[in-house]
T-cell receptor, first 111, second 118 residues
Framework: QKEVEQDPGPLSVPEGAIVSLNCTYS??????FMWYRQYSRKGPELLMY????GNKEDGRFTAQVDKSSKYISLFIRDSQPSDSATYLC???????????FGTGTQLKVEL | GAVVSQHPSWVICKSGTSVKIECRSL??????MFWYRQFPKQSLMLMAT?????????EQGVEKDKFLINHASLTLSTLTVTSAHPEDSSFYIC??????????????FGEGSRLTVL
């Protein structure tokens, strides 16, 4: 079993839709949770960062962590074609930067 | 602008040759850098941790004699794929935590280097 599981998609939605991206993890020692966005043939860029259970909002993006169920979510409101990318969830234990990534979900927002 | 620069972006080489990829942190010092490999439609797999002034730490299953890592300065780490073979063809990405960041896991990634071995 992978430590971080993520549906690879692809996920195709119309412009303006609400997108829900999800990951589950198995390592109880994970304390920090990130979402990275990766455009085709580019390096990932940090999108959202959360530490505790609950929601964190940044513009059209909301990251949600439920440590009791080991579930991580990213919601994108009013999705735009420019949101088309691969979204990777990642987790790390405290005290280090060795991230464990999910496989990434490929998202396509269509006009 | 990019805070981590990688070069080259693309490289094609013949089987048996060696290829060097550079990773530079721009406007900040990085005592630690991470090298990842990503196959198509797969996740980033950590290969090794590059440490300035000491030997790199390799993940299980990664051949240290094949993937030579040198952290020459506080802003430069290099990955050399020695005696490359077609199965080494992949997307190699480096990353670095910004010095002084309080956020564990806040990494800045390079643009990646796509290696194709013929």
């Amino acid at each position: 079993q992978k430590e971080v599981e993520q549906d690879p998609g692809p996920l195709s939605v119309p412009e303006g839709a609400i997108v829900s991206l999800n990951c589950t993890y198995s390592n109880s020692a994970f304390q920090y949770f990130m979402w990275y966005r990766q455009y085709s043939r580019k390096g990932p860029e940090l999108l959202m960062y959360t530490y505790s259970s609950g929601n964190k909002e940044d513009g059209r993006f909301t990251a949600q962590v439920d440590k009791s169920s080991k579930y991580i979510s990213l919601f994108i409101r009013d999705s735009q074609p420019s949101d088309s990318a691969t979204y990777l969830c990642a987790s790390v234990t405290g005290g280090g930067n060795k991230l464990t990534f999910g496989t990434g979900t490929q998202l396509k927002v269509e006009l | 602008g990019a805070v981590v620069s990688q070069h080259p972006s693309w490289v094609i080489c013949k089987s048996g040759t060696s290829v060097k990829i550079e990773c530079r942190s721009l406007d900040f010092q990085a005592t630690t850098m991470f090298w990842y490999r990503q196959f198509p439609k797969q996740s980033l797999m950590l290969m090794a941790t590059s440490n300035e002034g000491s030997k790199a730490t390799y993940e299980q299953g990664v051949e240290k004699d094949k993937f030579l890592i040198n952290h020459a300065s506080l802003t430069l780490s290099t990955l050399t794929v020695t005696s490359a073979h077609p199965e080494d063809s992949s997307f190699y990405i480096c990353s670095a935590p910004r010095a002084g960041t309080a956020l564990t896991g806040e990494l800045f990634f390079g643009e990646g280097s796509r290696l194709t071995v013929l």
